[in-house]
């Protein structure tokens, strides 16, 4: 049938898991090495490497300006920086394991959101 809108009360809750976890992201510990874009000048080789860069501030600037159509448009950005990590970073570095365990709290906070 023709594309019905979502209810707006949908794309509400949505943005505001969004906003939540970012927020939580962003604060997390761990969060340092995925705050702000990586410098490909500075890191050698990961502009060869990585083709879809991305960061917390990056979907902080698209959440704000309604760059995310739902909750699996951000998600997918999210997972993408650990992605990235995990294809750029041993598991067995400072930068690895802070993707590890920053990957694994989004997985468990995005979890219970939806539980909720
Ligand atoms: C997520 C990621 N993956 C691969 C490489 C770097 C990064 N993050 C950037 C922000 C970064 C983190 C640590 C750094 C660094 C830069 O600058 C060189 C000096 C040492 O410390």
Known sequence: CAKMPK????????????RILLAELEDHHDAWPF???VNIKTV???R????KPMDFSTIREKLCSCQYQNLEMFIIDVNLVF???EKFNEDNSEIGRAGHN???????RWT????S
Not at 7 to 18: E, I, W
Not at 48 to 51: A, F, L, S, Y
Not at 102 to 108: A, L, N, V
Not at 112 to 115: F, G, R
């Open 7 to 18: 209810p707006s009360q949908d794309n509400d809750r949505d943005l505001t898991f969004c």
């Open 35 to 37: 705050l702000n874009p």
């Open 44 to 46: 050698p080789g990961y």
């Open 48 to 51: 060869k490497v990585i083709k």
């Open 83 to 85: 992605d990235n990590c």
């Open 102 to 108: 920053m990957r694994k709290f989004f997985e468990r």
């Open 112 to 115: 219970e959101l939806l539980k």
